[in-house]
């Protein structure tokens, strides 16, 4: 077997560190995310002759870097990840329902397919969240509304590829119904090509919500994400510039990792991939 490259062990290991910091990191912050220091707001880092308190320097207000930096990252994977789960399981199901009925069924469900794919979905979003108001049920649910046409896409394709398979018409000969073909024997054929989706639409998915949360349209204070602390220091890139450079830096990072991952899986379980390469 192949042993992965430089840039997938680099990818795997910000990846790794960036949700461990995520799921223990407040354990290890030095201050609360609510704390304000108004006499040291706007200190550089502590390598740049800041205050050894705090290692990342502060805020406007005096607030922590780091402390910001790991509640933000909590925030922006969490948003992602959910969002990334809703998306594919709505998808995966119109794929299914379309490849299953077929007829009129299929042409009207591949018609909304075209329909949502047709649309710049931050539009919609910006629509969505004019009209409603932000809450941070929709902003979950308007997450998993992004990409959800290409995981019905290529759930439809790839079921009716592995229905043509002689395994599924002996699972239907011997009287299995639709639940059990599908969960028990055409799911785990098709899984991979769907998890390779995953790691492929999870950075769009933050780049998304950072996106939004940067112009003031998602996340909400008291709530914190990376895309936030962003548009937080814009107003200070020329005298303060670790405020806005740390989270950017942190989006650049996991993305590129999350893209290098997924180009890896898609290579290493995308059995059409293997063909013409071997």
Known sequence: MQRPGLPVLFAGAILFASVLVALVGNVFTPHAVTDQALLSRLQPPAFMGGQAEFPLGTDRIGRDMVTRL??????????????????????????????????LVEEALMMLVDFQASLPFILIALTLLAFFGNSMVLFVILMGMFGWETYARLARGVVLSARAQPYAKAVEALGAGPGRLYGLHILPNIASALIVQVTLTFPQIILLETSLSFLGLGIQPPNISLGQILGDGRDYLSTAWWISVWPGLLIFLITLSMSILGDALRDRLDPMLKTRTS
């Open 70 to 103: 790991v509640a933000g990252l909590q925030m922006s994977l969490s948003v992602a990840l959910m969002g990334t789960l809703i998306g594919a399981v709505f998808g995966t199901l119109v794929g299914f329902a379309a490849a299953h009925f077929r007829g």
